[in-house]
């Protein structure tokens, strides 16, 4: 079973700190990793992608990957109240995306 | 730019009633296309996707259904609601090129009652 897990939290970060969100990953042929917010009763939205083993800095979002320990992480800087919501975690094997139940991120002002 | 759109924003139904959720997308051609569920405080759970106009692939066995009549119209139907069909219904599409990755609508919150 091609699994995505992700600790569900709740994570809770004061404002201004740096929030990491991580995830890993059972099927060593995924190709393409995601991550989606969701703020409480909306849809997930799309906020980077990453590809290639290393960092992809995006603002103040950085994701993080490595396929060998088939890891990918979300690094927030500079957390806001506003970045409070479920961070999912997205992992495309080539035959689907998987998603993650989703870690639950509090900020607190 | 692309955009999806889902209707209607919220729906509550009687056990035993029909469903019929529709899905379009604008500014895009080919889409692939999916149904999520979400239960209160849980994943998302992929019911069907699309690759194309009558292609429809089916996840889970349930009393649900989808059908694509056109390019960019997805929808999800059922015939007899079941209490455990209540959750958070989203629909997604991806380009059929690159990453794909996906794109959610504004879901449809449906309770079965």
């Known amino acids: 079973q091609k699994e995505v897990e992700q600790n569900s939290g709740p994570l809770s970060v004061p404002e201004g700190a740096i929030a990491s969100l991580n995830c890993t990953y059972s099927?060593?042929?995924?190709?393409?990793f995601f991550w989606y917010r969701q703020y409480s009763g909306k849809s997930p939205e799309l906020i980077m992608f990453i590809y290639s083993n290393g960092d992809k800095e995006d603002g103040r979002f950085t994701a993080q990957l490595n396929k060998a320990s088939q890891y990918v992480s979300l690094l927030i800087r500079d957390s806001q109240p506003s970045d409070s919501a479920t961070y999912l975690c997205a992992v495309n094997s080539g035959d689907g995306m998987r998603f993650g139940a989703g870690t639950r991120l509090t900020v607190k002002p | 730019s692309q955009t999806i759109h889902q209707w209607p924003a919220t729906l509550v139904q009687p056990v035993g009633s029909p469903l019929s959720l529709e899905c379009t997308v604008e500014g895009t051609s080919n889409p692939n296309l999916y149904w999520y569920r979400q239960a209160a405080g849980r994943g998302l759970q992929l019911l069907f996707y699309?690759?194309?106009?009558?292609?429809i692939s089916s996840e889970v066995p349930q009393n649900l259904s989808a059908s694509r009549p056109q390019d960019r119209q997805f929808i999800l139907s059922s015939k007899k609601l079941l209490l455990s069909d209540s959750g958070f219904y989203l629909c997604a599409w991806a380009p059929l090129e690159g990453i794909r990755e996906q794109y959610f609508g504004p879901g449809t919150r449906l309770t079965v009652t």
């Open positions: 099927d060593r042929g995924s190709q393409s």
């Open positions: 699309s690759v194309g106009i009558g292609q």
